[in-house]
Structure formats: structure tokens, C-alpha cells
């Protein structure tokens, strides 16, 4: 039981202090499942992310779901997912009530301009994390290459794309 209640303050935290949705989250959830609590390690992180992005709904809660199913199974799962929905809900919620009033705001709009260098940030950052794991041969290099050539210059389904790259890895390794 407390490893359920801790995936829910985890990923309340997670959920709370992170904005731009699931990309931007994954250096906050690194952080916090593979380094601080060490539940899961970043092979297993990596093969998380890649499953919620190949599954319908956001990564963030995808990933959480994964995360809490790992650790403490169906309750975890719930636990986590709900900690990582609870905020922005809350919030949303709220804010549904004023965002009319507010629309034109100069603060709010200088401020959500302000954070979008932010938010690229944290998404290169997720990148790095996961380029540097990611690619430790040759074979994965290449299949890198291919999928960036295809995503380039094709306008490929996103799905297709996982796919191609799975059949690529079977082929290659």
C-alpha cells in the first residue's frame, strides 16, 4: 500500500510542476522514477515511453500507467495515473471559469510566449536523454536515419512509423 500512495504523490508532483504536456514531462519523470526512487531503471524507462507513444492517449498518462502497473500493478497504475491527471484537472477546471475574462491578457500572453523557449527545452532534453541511450550501435543509427529520411520527407502516420521501426529492428538484430 505505500508504494501506492507514493506512485500518486510522485506522479501528483510530476503533474503539478510540469507543463507542456507528456514530452516536456519525461525529464521530470526520469527524474523522479528512474533516479530518485529507482523503480524502474532507463531501458525499461525507454521501453515505457515507447509503448505510450504506439498506445492511444497522451504519453504522460500512458507512461504513468505503465510506470504505476510496474510497481504495484493495477492499484499502482490507477494511483499514478490519477496523480498525474489530478492537478491539471483541478486546474482546468478552474480555469475554464476565467479563461474568457482573461483571453486578452498582455501577462498572460507575454507570460505563455516566455514559456514556450521553456517547453522546447525540456523536449531536447528528453531527446538527449533518449539519443544517448537509444543509439548505442551502428544498426541503430541507421534505422534513425531511415525513419527521420521517411518522417522528412513522406508524411507518414506516426504509427506506421513505430511500425516500420519495429520490423527494421527484427530485420537487424
Known amino acids: 500500500m505505500g508504494n501506492v500512495i507514493s506512485l500518486f ?6 503533474g ?12 521530470f519523470i526520469e527524474r523522479e522514477i528512474v533516479n530518485n526512487k ?15 507513444q504506439m498506445t492511444p492517449g497522451p504519453v504522460a498518462i500512458n507512461s504513468a500507467t505503465f510506470v504505476g502497473y510496474k510497481v504495484s500493478k493495477v492499484w499502482g497504475s490507477i494511483a499514478a495515473t490519477l496523480g498525474v491527471v489530478a492537478i491539471s484537472f483541478f486546474l482546468v477546471s478552474i ?17 505563455l510566449m516566455g514559456m514556450r523557449p521553456a517547453l522546447i527545452g525540456l523536449i531536447i532534453s528528453a531527446f538527449l536523454s533518449l539519443a544517448i ?17 521517411l518522417l522528412l520527407s513522406k508524411k507518414i502516420h506516426p504509427i506506421l512509423v513505430i ?3 519495429g520490423v527494421l529492428g527484427i530485420i537487424m538484430y
Open 95 to 111: 480555469a475554464t471559469h476565467y479563461i474568457l475574462k482573461f483571453k486578452e491578457s498582455k501577462i498572460i500572453k507575454s507570460s
Open 16 to 27: 503539478a510542476f510540469s507543463f507542456g504536456g507528456g514530452y516536456a514531462m519525461l525529464p
Open 38 to 52: 529507482g523503480w524502474i531503471n532507463f531501458q525499461e524507462f525507454s521501453d515505457i515511453i515507447g509503448i505510450s
Open 163 to 165: 511500425v516500420v521501426a
Open 9 to 14: 504523490l510522485v506522479f501528483l508532483k510530476i
Open 133 to 149: 541511450e537509444s543509439y548505442k550501435d551502428f544498426k541503430s543509427i541507421i534505422i534513425g536515419i531511415i525513419i527521420m529520411v
